[in-house]
């Protein structure tokens, strides 16, 4: 297979008889984009290694140990932390560390802040312990940005937390390294602990580099649980797989605490994948994704630049673009328009808090005909409003 039978192998007819839940749960003729689940086959090296792990019966009681060490010396080399296999823990993707860090962080009545909008397990985790969510309110009309001043007129003495999502779902935002100095401080300053979500940390545009928090200074490093997965790049949500590193050992020995006897790391068959998905053996795979991400935004951005009534944030990271729809409608009544008279099947912006109220998040990691299709159609629906 060539780099384009990849990264272009998507078409209505193969999809339909994808499982999942997102091909294989929509109806006949819908085109889903609702969840961020990439829409190209599985590299071929990650499918030899799984039947091999098959082949050598690997499904005996096992240790993750070589997966951490995979994962330390990938943390060393690519996010900046010097870390050791004991810093890290293996998880069932990147949700559970989200949470992990509030049921270790937190006690009933603190503060958390994080910003709005946001992926929605960071808002849901707040029941965990009863903590109260402070909301960092970030805005289309300033490019998403992220704000200190604003940061610190919402600390008070009783935040514990700040979550962080960076690359950002669902804005689309890479923080600059100046915003997340701006963050250490504020969080070195008042002595916050800081969960960072990295699972994009692979889909970054525009030469831009991805800057991993506890990497700028020992103090931040302290404070800081960061977590990563592989379902945004390698399109395996369902190996279950992420892991978390701190090099706080406090952090890490009640993490391991509330996680032990329920939280058992991941298959022995995810493990045996988790190096080469690591090291450089997919580095042409994560080439491939970008260009074709690249040329996929450019499509979108040209098709929603012909749409009158539609605005986008021009995507600095990930493959989830968060346009809003000026048609007088909520972001729920305006997915169901656009599912029902196009067929395509969005995820509505209130999802992501009220600051995505008007707002439909859209998965584009597709091929260039459906992403097509996709705008055709949705231009041929929003025509009839006008
Ligand atoms: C920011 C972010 N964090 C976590 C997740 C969930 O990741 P995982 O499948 O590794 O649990 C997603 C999925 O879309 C996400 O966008």
Not at 216 to 226: C, D, S, W
Not at 282 to 311: A, P
Not at 334 to 363: F, P, Q, T
Request: charged content about 25%.
């Amino acid at each position: 297979m060539s780099m384009a039978d990849f990264f272009n192998y998507a078409t209505l007819e193969n999809m339909r008889s994808r499982p999942g839940l997102k091909w294989g749960i929509s109806p006949p003729g819908q085109i889903p984009l609702f969840i961020a689940s990439p829409d190209f086959p599985i590299a071929p090296e990650i499918k030899q290694a799984l039947k091999d792990a098959v082949d050598a019966e690997d499904l005996y009681y096992n240790t993750d140990a070589e997966a951490r060490e995979a994962m330390a010396e990938k943390i060393g080399r690519v996010n900046g932390v010097k870390a050791t296999a004991d810093d890290v823990m293996i998880i069932q993707g990147v949700d559970p560390s989200i949470w992990l860090a509030v049921r270790q962080l937190c006690s009933e009545g603190d503060e958390v802040v994080l910003t709005n909008p946001m992926y929605g397990p960071f808002q849901r985790v707040m029941k965990v312990v009863n903590t109260r969510p402070v909301l960092w309110e970030l805005d289309a009309e300033e490019g998403y940005r992220f704000d200190p001043e604003t940061l610190k007129e919402l600390v008070t003495d009783r935040t514990q937390l700040i979550f962080v999502c960076n690359p950002h779902n669902p804005t689309g935002r890479v923080m600059t390294e100046g915003e997340l100095k701006a963050i250490a401080d504020v969080a070195v300053d008042y002595g916050i602990h800081v969960m960072v979500d990295e699972l994009w940390e692979d889909v970054v545009f525009d030469g831009r580099k991805h800057v991993t928090l506890a990497s700028l200074n020992p103090e931040i490093e302290g404070l800081t649980v960061t977590s990563w997965g592989f379902s945004k790049t390698f399109g395996v949500a369902g190996l279950k797989l992420g892991y978390l590193c701190t090099t706080n050992q406090e952090m890490m020995r009640g993490m391991k605490g509330h996680a032990s006897n329920i939280q058992r790391g991941s298959s022995n068959l995810s493990k045996a994948v988790a190096p080469m998905m690591l090291d450089s053996t997919l580095d042409w795979w994560r080439k491939g994704l970008m260009e074709h991400l690249h040329r996929i935004r450019g499509i979108c951005e040209k098709r929603i630049d012909d749409i009158s009534g539609v605005t986008l944030q021009k995507l600095e990271g990930t493959y989830v673009p968060f346009p809003r729809f000026d048609y007088g409608m909520s972001s729920r009544e305006l997915r169901d328009y656009l599912s029902n008279e196009a067929g395509i099947g969005m995820s509505v912006g209130i999802s992501y808090g009220s600051k995505g109220e008007g707002h439909l998040r859209m998965c584009v990691a597709t091929s260039e005909a459906i992403i097509t299709e996709v705008f055709d159609r949705m231009e041929a629906a929003l025509e009839k409003l006008d």
